[in-house]
């Protein structure tokens, strides 16, 4: 795409993909792959979803989980090759963490440009600024989505669809029922300071808890600051990235999200000043990115025609319909609390079917990311980015598949060769 001069948007795709996040990214590339004509939309002037609007810091689920300190990915091909060109640009490498836990520390700036490179590589069009608003449903298709570009009103009129957006949007605007809780995971805000004194990770942390506990007791910290912590991998030449975990409630109430929003900036404005006037380690610490956006781990869900379960994750079910694999253990943040971590068996991992990507209910829609068809157990292993990435590529393969008439089952077959995870049965 020449990106010299303004581009029109092409509003008859065979691919309409909705949210430019990693599994949005992911979706172009493979609908690219099969040969499909593809416009993404994103909402916000910048791709890469979360990872780059909460700044994760971190990408988990490319590695298996191994007592060994060497990273084994559990997919190969875009997979990968994304990771790869991620730890060059970040100049990171992988972390060995506690309990055979392995993951690819990066840097927000290097994942958004990566970013920006793929899809200008493999979409024919991108729309910035685009809200999704409306779209027309006849009997079983999705006929047309209705969208705000930078506030000029378009239609597009996709032979089928991927919702990436994270929200299930396209969900929530057919109206159809989806896979709901009362309370979604906890929330964090991500920030980074710069000017630290010179000291190690360990330290730090150390140093951290300590602080944290003592302004908690001396009430000259806020109790809701509890769980701040230092983002592994993070620490170097003087800066760091730190993540607080939000103590609210996640939930479809209306307008939540903005009073999470405030309450989290607030809190770290107070974390940092106490800090400041506490330590050697932060007197000279200054503010230097906080993320546009509170991470948000889960929400509703779209219901496919398979639901991936806790009990599919936990006993490493297989699958012949295979389009990912799924290798990190089942994390899960209550607001308030330390997460907690359900784990597999080591050197395993589980199959996510095709079916967990592809609507029960409409015929042309498809999806990834941490919106796909899974339990709330099981979303909160698949959700992370390496497997968004991964779900991705297959939804926008399965979509580009059947916008052009070509065989499903010949295309799981190539996708599970792209990936290199060609199913083996169970003994």
């Not at 509003?11 to 309409?16: E, G, S």
């Not at 298996?64 to 091909?77: H, I, Q, T």
């Not at 790869?84 to 993951?103: C, D, M, V």
Request: hydrophobic share 45%; aromatic share 8%.
């Amino acid at each position: 795409m020449n990106i010299s001069s303004s581009q029109p948007l092409l509003t008859q795709p065979d691919v309409l993909i909705v949210g430019g996040g990693i599994a949005g990214l992911g979706a172009a590339l493979g609908a690219a792959e099969e040969g499909a004509k593809v416009t993404l939309l994103e909402k916000n002037g910048f791709l890469g979803g979360k990872a780059t609007a909460a700044y994760v810091g971190t990408v988990c689920g490319l590695y298996y989980r191994s007592e060994s300190p060497r990273p084994r990915f559990v997919m190969g091909g875009p997979i990968k090759a994304f990771a790869e060109q991620l730890q060059a640009q970040s100049r990171t490498r992988p972390i060995s963490y506690r309990n055979g836990l392995h993951f690819l520390p990066y840097d927000r700036f290097a994942f958004l440009f990566i970013c920006d490179k793929w899809a200008l590589q493999h979409a024919d069009s991108i729309g910035l600024h685009a809200y999704v608003h409306g779209l027309s449903v006849d009997e079983r298709q999705i006929t047309a989505v209705n969208a705000l570009v930078y506030h000029q009103p378009v239609v597009f009129m996709p032979h089928t669809v991927v919702d990436t957006s994270g929200e299930a949007v396209i969900a929530r605007l057919s109206g159809m029922s989806m896979l709901k809780s009362d309370e979604y995971q906890a929330s964090a805000l991500v920030f980074s300071l710069l000017g630290l004194a010179a000291v190690d990770q360990n330290t730090i942390s150390l140093a951290l808890i300590r602080l944290v506990q003592k302004g908690i007791a001396s009430e000259n910290l806020p109790p809701d600051c509890r769980r701040l912590s230092v983002v592994p991998g993070s620490v170097k030449n003087g800066k760091a990235l730190f993540k607080l975990g939000v103590p609210l409630s996640v939930n479809d109430k209306l307008n939540q999200m903005t009073y999470i929003e405030l309450y989290a900036r607030q809190l770290v404005r107070q974390a940092i000043a106490y800090l400041q006037m506490q330590s050697e380690i932060f007197r000279d610490a200054q503010l230097e990115i906080l993320a546009p956006e509170v991470g948000i781990r889960t929400g509703p869900r779209h219901e496919g025609r398979y639901l991936l379960t806790e009990s599919d994750v936990m006993a490493c079910r297989k699958n012949s319909d295979t389009i990912t694999r799924g290798a990190w253990p089942i994390e899960k943040w209550a607001p308030g609390d330390n997460p907690v971590m359900t784990y597999f068996a080591l050197d395993d991992y589980y199959d996510i079917p095709a079916d967990t990507l592809q609507s029960a209910q409409l015929d042309n829609l498809f999806f990834a990311g941490r919106n796909i068809s899974a339990d709330e157990e099981a979303v909160a292993s698949a959700r992370v980015i390496g497997a968004s990435l991964a779900t991705g590529y297959a939804a926008g393969r399965l979509a580009a598949a059947q916008a052009l008439g070509k065989p499903r089952g010949q295309t799981i077959a190539a996708i599970q060769r792209a990936l290199e995870i060609t199913y083996t049965a169970p003994s």
